[in-house]
C-alpha cells in the first residue's frame, strides 16, 4: 500500500471509531488507525529520503513542506520556498487562511523538523503582515496560490483563496516586485 492509501484507510477507521458505541472498538479502531498513520509517515519518510539520495540535495535546499487537512482525510502537501524560517512561517499561515475555506488545520515542517501545527482559521491575519517579509517569499507564495488555482484540487474554486491571490498580487504591483 502507497502511504496515500494508509492515510485514506485510517482515516475511515477514525470516521468509524467516531460512531462506534462500544469502547473497545473505538480504541481497537483508533489504535489501528494511529498504526497506519505511523507506517504511512514511515514510507513518506523513505520515499523523501530516497528522493534526496537520487537528487544529492537536501530537504533544506528544497524549501519548506506544508500540509493542509481536514477531518475527513483530504489532504494537500505543498512545497513553499522562503528566504527565512519566519516567512516560511508567514507564507504557512497566508496559505493556510486562504484555504480555510477548504482545510481545518496545517503543519510546517522544515526537513525532518516539525515547525508548526495550527487551525487555518486562525491563520487570516498572517496575509496582512507582508511588510516584514522578504518579497522573494510572497512572490513564491504567490506563485504557491496561482499553481493551486490553476490545478484539479477543489481549493482551486475558493473564495478566500482567490480573494488572497488577488489582494497578494496587488500588493506585490504597488511595491514593485
Known amino acids: 500500500m502507497t502511504a496515500t492509501e494508509l492515510e485514506s484507510k485510517a482515516w475511515r ?6 460512531v462506534a458505541t462500544n469502547k473497545t472498538r473505538r480504541k481497537v479502531l483508533m489504535q489501528e ?27 533544506g535546499e528544497q ?3 506544508m500540509r493542509l487537512s481536514n477531518w475527513d482525510g ?16 508567514w507564507a504557512a499561515h497566508a496559505l493556510a487562511g ?8 496545517f503543519d510546517l515542517w522544515d526537513g525532518t523538523n516539525h515547525l508548526l501545527s495550527a487551525d487555518t482559521k486562525l491563520s487570516f491575519f498572517f496575509s496582512y503582515s507582508a511588510e516584514e517579509v522578504a518579497a522573494a517569499s510572497q ?12 490545478s484539479e484540487v477543489a481549493v482551486a474554486h475558493s ?3 482567490l480573494e488572497a491571490t488577488a489582494a497578494l498580487r496587488d500588493r506585490l504591483t504597488r511595491h514593485g516586485n
Open 74 to 89: 483530504t489532504t494537500l502537501r505543498v512545497y513553499l520556498q522562503a528566504e527565512s524560517r519566519a516567512d516560511a512561517m
Open 13 to 18: 477507521l477514525i470516521a468509524m471509531a467516531k
Open 139 to 150: 512572490q513564491s507564495l504567490l506563485d504557491t496560490e496561482e499553481t493551486l488555482m490553476r
Open 33 to 59: 488507525a494511529y498504526n497506519l498513520l505511523a507506517r504511512a509517515s514511515a514510507l513518506r519518510q523513505l520515499d523523501l529520503d530516497s528522493e534526496q539520495l537520487s537528487r544529492g540535495s537536501s530537504t
Open 159 to 161: 473564495r478566500k483563496l
Open 63 to 65: 524549501g519548506y513542506r
Open 98 to 105: 486562504a484555504c480555510s475555506d477548504y482545510f481545518e488545520d
